[in-house]
C-alpha cells in the first residue's frame, strides 16, 4: 500500500501563488509516476502535471504550463506542486496520485489517490 497526504491549499487572489505538498510513504517500490490532479465542482477530474519517480522528468497541462512547476524532494519522498500567477479558473479540489504501470496523464493510470486539497482563486 502507499499512502499519499496532501497540503498546502487555502484560498489567493487572482495572480497569487501556493505551494502544495503531498508526502507519499509506504510501499515506495515500483513508482513510476506522481501526478498532480484537478477536480472542479460538476466536472471531471483533470491532468495537472506528473513528475517521472526515476528521472524527474515531468509534463504539465496546457492549461498550467509556464505557471506550475511540479518537482520532488527525494530525501523526504515529498512532491511539490508550486502555483503561480493563479487564475478563476485554477479553483478545484487537487489531488495527488501514485502509478505504477508507466507514465500517464489519464485519471485511469492511477493506483493510489490522496484525499486532496482545496484550492480557491477568488477578489
Known amino acids: 500500500q502507499v499512502q499519499l497526504l496532501e497540503s498546502g491549499g487555502g484560498s489567493v487572489q487572482p495572480g497569487g501563488s501556493l505551494r502544495l505538498s503531498c508526502v507519499v510513504s509506504?510501499?515506495?517500490?515500483?513508482?513510476?509516476?506522481v501526478g498532480w490532479f484537478r477536480q472542479a465542482p460538476g466536472k471531471e477530474r483533470d491532468f495537472v502535471a506528473l513528475?517521472?519517480?526515476?528521472?524527474?522528468?515531468?509534463r504539465y497541462a496546457d492549461a498550467v504550463q509556464g505557471r506550475f512547476t511540479i518537482s520532488r524532494e527525494y530525501a523526504k519522498n515529498t512532491m511539490y506542486l508550486q502555483m503561480n500567477n493563479l487564475k478563476f479558473e485554477d479553483t478545484a479540489v487537487y489531488y495527488c496520485?501514485?502509478?505504477?504501470?508507466?507514465?500517464?496523464?489519464?485519471?485511469?493510470?492511477?493506483?493510489?489517490w490522496g484525499q486532496g486539497t482545496q484550492v480557491t482563486v477568488s477578489s
Open positions: 513528475i517521472n519517480w526515476s528521472t524527474r522528468s515531468t
Open positions: 509506504g510501499r515506495t517500490f515500483g513508482i513510476t509516476a
Open positions: 496520485a501514485v502509478s505504477r504501470a508507466g507514465i500517464s496523464q489519464n485519471v485511469i493510470g492511477y493506483d493510489y
